[in-house]
Structure formats: structure tokens, C-alpha cells
């Protein structure tokens, strides 16, 4: 018993040690029900955290102690919704949330100011918060299998988007301050209900 319990010490102390050096946390596939404490003890040191594929419904309010987290992939979980203040996590540029239960998004959201990529396919969502507008850094946009009825009029504003993708939603119309979006290349709206839509050549 000695000898398994110092192992798993070591194990642990020497996993801990690596994801220090390399900033990198994954638990993909790890049958995880409750978010890892022990990441949270390493909070300036973690920079790109993956969950996917694991079975967590709440995320806490503590991961705001990740101040130089900048990649968090949390797809494929049962996560109904995000903390309120997840705007401190001011060096995220990318986030994955395919695959989950998330219904609405906070306002905080647009706190995100060097976010790039946000992609949270295959959710429940009903609308964008208007505060979205102030991700000026995004280039790319997922909201694909959702139960979006339009999308915010803020959307114009995200100035660097260059791939939007919102198939399968309830939308019925865009918004006209999408015309705005000059470095728009890619824009998906497949199994909607939109009308007859007119942008300049740069789509594809």
C-alpha cells in the first residue's frame, strides 16, 4: 500500500510539474463529473486548458484565477452554462464549447477582448448576447446547430470576422449591420429560413 500510494505522489507531482513547464492541461476523455481543483492551484502557469469529452456540468467561478489562459476547450461535456465572470479571463483568444447544454451566454462575454475564435456549435442557444459586438479580434464565429432566431445587431461590429457559421438555427433574417463585416469570407447559413442575402464579392 506504501509503495502505490507513494507512486501515485510521484504521478501526480510529476504530471503537475509538466503541465507548469508546458502550460498545457488535458483531461480529454477522462470520464471527469466535477472540474479538476488541482488546476486551479496553478492558475498564471496554465495557457491552453482541454476538458473535452467528459461529463462536467458546471463550470466554476474560480477559473478566473487562469489570467494567461489563452485556449479553452471545453466540447462535448454537459455544461449548461457559463460563470458570470469569465470576461477576467483576459488573454483567451481561443474557446471551444461544442457540444453541450448552453443556453444563453453572459454579457461578459464581450469582455473578451483578444478572443479569436469562439465556436459553441451543437448547443441550445436562443440568442447572442449584444456585448459580442465588442469582440473586434474575432475572425471566426460557430453558432451552427442551434436555436438562434437572429443574430444580434452588435454583430457588425466584430470587425476582423472572416468565417461565420450559423447552419441549422431558426434565423429568419440578418441583421444589416452584417453588411459591415468587410473581411467576411465564409459565411454558412444552411437549414435556416433566411431570405435572399447580398454581399459583397469577397464571400465564398
Known sequence: MGCCASQNVDSKASRIARW????IV???????????????????AVRTLDLTHNKL????????????????VL?????ERLPMNLGKLQSLKVMT????????LPDELGQLV?????SISDNILTCLPETIGSLRNLSLLNVSNNKLKTLPES??????LEELQANDNLIEDLPASVCNLIHLKSLSLNNNS???VIFSSNLV
Open 97 to 104: 464549447l461544442d457540444g453541450n447544454r448552453i443556453a444563453s
Open 26 to 44: 488535458a483531461f480529454r476523455d477522462a470520464k471527469l463529473k466535477a472540474f479538476p481543483d488541482e488546476v486551479l492551484d496553478l492558475d498564471k
Open 57 to 72: 456540468v458546471d463550470i466554476p467561478m474560480e477559473i478566473s484565477k487562469l489570467i494567461n489562459l489563452q485556449r479553452l
Open 114 to 118: 483578444r478572443l479569436e475564435r469562439l
Open 75 to 79: 466540447a462535448d461535456n454537459l455544461v
Open 20 to 23: 507548469r513547464s508546458t502550460g
Open 155 to 160: 454583430i457588425g461590429s466584430c470587425f476582423s
Open 194 to 196: 433566411v431570405g435572399q
